[in-house]
């Protein structure tokens, strides 16, 4: 299964089993992790792969609401886009997942930096010395947590036809406003992007060979990981592209200001 069909067999998993994931897939995992991609390269987003999921169990006590045997837990700079950055290298890594049957789930992170420097390793302070008023915006923070494992026993590791036709997703004419033809197959793959408390943030408005996304704001208390959504949505774009060969760029151009929406990108046709 490559990384595009695992966007549409892929489910979220909350219910895993203590089985540990074995160390030649776990070495995989976190060469996966090592070598992740991004679209803001001033930013230093890394992917932690943390072995012993009840350090994570631990950390995070009650507000830990999926316990699984282990946790990827992603750190970053505090950058431009650094949220909608950590969804877009991120999504691409639960979908490799997905394709070497390991279960995931997308988590709000719980942790604070001083939490986890006891197992993962981090940059010190003293390493932006240069940049002293900017310190804290440098530092690596821990900013989102995706637990994985195999599912439990009675968990289904795809989505099965059943419930494929009850997914609760928005349609395409819902999230898009005059759709040239070929971008269609796109976003239905962008459709099934998941996305906090399914707010299924984007909009996308085309105008010629540019198409405008743009997110809708959310309420305070998911603002952070409604960014997320956002690039995972972006990379469920990008690799539905490549499936396609749709040739696109991506950047920050002039757009209109809508209400209630914030801008994010701008994809443009090569």
Not at 84 to 113: D, F, H, P
Not at 234 to 261: N, Q
Request: charged share 35%; net charge positive.
């Amino acid at each position: 299964m490559d990384i595009y069909d695992a966007i549409f067999y892929r489910k979220t998993t909350k219910k895993y089993s203590n089985i540990n994931v074995k160390e030649g897939l776990i070495e995989e995992i976190k060469y996966i992790c090592n070598n992740i991609d991004y679209l803001n390269k001033n930013l230093n987003i890394k992917a932690h792969v943390v072995e012993r999921g009840h350090l994570i169990n631990f950390l995070m006590g009650r507000k830990c609401s999926i316990k699984a045997p282990h946790y990827i837990v992603i750190t970053s700079n505090k950058g431009d886009d650094y949220l909608q950055n950590i969804g877009y290298a991120m999504e691409s890594v639960v979908l490799k997942l997905t394709s070497l049957g390991i279960a995931t789930c997308w988590l709000e992170c719980r942790l604070k930096r001083e939490d986890i420097l006891e197992f993962i390793e981090l940059e010190e302070a003293n390493d932006y010395e240069e940049d002293e008023e900017n310190v804290d915006q440098n530092l690596e923070e821990p900013v989102s947590i995706i637990a994985f494992g195999y599912p439990e026993r009675n968990e289904r590791l795809f989505k099965s036809i059943e419930e494929d036709s009850k997914i609760d997703r928005k349609r395409i004419k819902h999230i898009a406003r005059k759709l040239d033809k070929k971008w269609i197959k796109v976003l239905n793959a962008v459709r099934l992007s998941p996305s906090i408390k399914n707010c299924q943030p984007w909009m996308f408005y085309n105008k010629q060979d540019e198409l405008y996304i743009y997110e809708e704001r959310q309420k305070k208390v998911i603002e952070n990981m409604s960014k997320i959504s956002m690039g995972i949505a972006l990379r469920h774009f990008d690799i539905a592209c490549d499936k396609y060969g749709i040739d696109v760029s991506y950047e920050k151009t002039k757009a209109k200001k809508k209400m209630g929406k914030d801008y994010f990108m701008t994809v443009t046709l090569k």
